[in-house]
């Protein structure tokens, strides 16, 4: 099954008739950080972005058929990916090497899971799948349907669907960085918003649909991109230590000496080729920095919309104005955080051929802060 592709966010993002239910042969996995309060706390926020770009990193290869685009998603502390049957074994490999790298390397412990679709059908729930892609093997999965909640819900809940941790090798951790500053916003705030419907199927999409429409007349969210059009993106020139750190510890231990010498020297040549113009040779900085802004994460649905926006302080009261008015009356369940800049994890396939997607948050885990808010009112509905 092909899945289909959404170019216009806004117009479709949230569009079910865009997005191609899964087969029950299907199956979702899903990748989540344990203890991000403690983590948090800990000033850690950035390990756990680290964490779960690997998770990306890694689902992605790992569900990939010959030709195919994959469905795989940030969450900012955790992942979720569309797993086509024949890819199930590597993937269940794949989760489990992810969950002992975590542990070993960072001392994170990463809770893994796969969940068939026919499960989830079985119980009466959905999952549609689509990619937002951009081309050139740069996408994003979204999805839709209380199926996505639903299976990350079981992972957490019982151990039935858990994939127990194990040494493994872990292909596409190569790609993953997180060298680029936290960029500020322009308008005045970062705002981090998770939304789902209270009704299920068809009538909480047309709920989040309506509800998005709300959302784009107080503002566009095109134009709150938090990494703008890529111009206010700064090059770091030699990474922090921290950064340096956390990708050399992606790396065997027989190549992570190199892994810094290379990043240091990346790194170098695009903070030089932007001090002389934006060019030097064959790289083009400005280029790649709209090509990061265009590839950024800021906007997507896993069961409902999950949002990073760049808003002025009076655009983020109004947008959580009109949830709060939403789930009054009944109709969405949300979690929202403020934060004062956006952080960046980079995945990073072949930068001179131009294939290259980004993973925003927060800062301080934005979207695990506005989950935990969402929780605390589901905890409270169900008491």
């Not at 049957?85 to 809770?111: C, F, N, Q, S, V």
């Not at 934060?339 to 993973?359: N, Q, W, Y």
Request: aromatic share 6%; with cysteine.
């Amino acid at each position: 099954m092909d899945l289909p592709s959404i170019s216009d966010f806004a117009a479709h993002g949230v569009d079910p008739g865009h997005y191609a239910r899964l087969g029950d042969a299907w199956s979702l996995a899903v990748a989540d950080v344990v203890g991000s309060t403690k983590l948090a706390a800990a000033g850690r926020d950035r390990d756990v972005n680290f964490v779960a770009g690997g998770a990306v990193a890694v689902l992605s290869q790992a569900v990939r058929r010959p030709g195919d685009t994959v469905a795989c998603q940030f969450g900012g502390d955790g992942a979720i990916a569309a797993v086509p049957p024949e890819r199930t074994g590597e993937t269940r490999a794949a989760l489990g090497a992810l969950a002992h790298w975590a542990k070993a390397e960072y001392g994170i412990d990463l809770r893994v899971g796969l969940v068939p679709v026919a499960a989830l059908r079985a119980a009466g729930l959905d999952v549609y799948a689509a990619l937002q892609d951009f081309g050139n093997d740069n996408a994003f999965g979204l999805f839709l349907g209380d199926g996505v909640t639903a299976a990350d819900a079981w992972v957490k809940a019982d151990e039935k669907w858990h994939v127990p941790a194990r040494e493994g090798p872990l292909p596409g951790l190569e790609g993953l960085s997180c060298r680029w500053r936290p960029v500020p916003p322009s308008r005045g705030t970062i705002l981090c918003a998770i939304i789902d419907p209270v009704a299920g199927g068809a009538a909480g999409l047309r709920t989040l649909s309506r509800v998005m429409g709300e959302i784009e007349k107080v503002v566009p969210v095109g134009d709150a991109a938090p990494l703008g059009d890529g111009g206010r993106l700064e090059p770091k020139g030699v990474p922090g230590w921290h950064s340096l750190w956390l990708e050399a510890k992606a790396q065997p231990r027989g190549r992570r000496l190199l892994r810094v010498l290379t990043a240091i020297a990346g790194s170098s040549l695009i903070s030089i080729a932007h001090l002389l113009g934006g060019r030097l040779g064959a790289i083009d900085v400005a280029n790649y920095r709209r090509g990061m802004a265009e590839r950024s994460d800021y906007r997507k649905a896993a069961g409902g919309p999950r949002l990073v926006l760049d808003l002025s302080p009076a655009e983020a009261d109004a947008i959580e104005a009109l949830l709060a008015r939403e789930e009054a009356a009944g109709a969405i369940r949300f979690g929202t955080a403020r934060a004062d800049s956006t952080t960046i994890t980079c995945l990073v396939g072949d930068f001179m051929a131009d294939r290259h997607v980004h993973f925003v948050d927060g800062a301080g885990l934005g979207f695990w802060r506005a989950s935990e808010v969402l929780k605390a009112k589901t905890r409270k509905s169900a008491a």
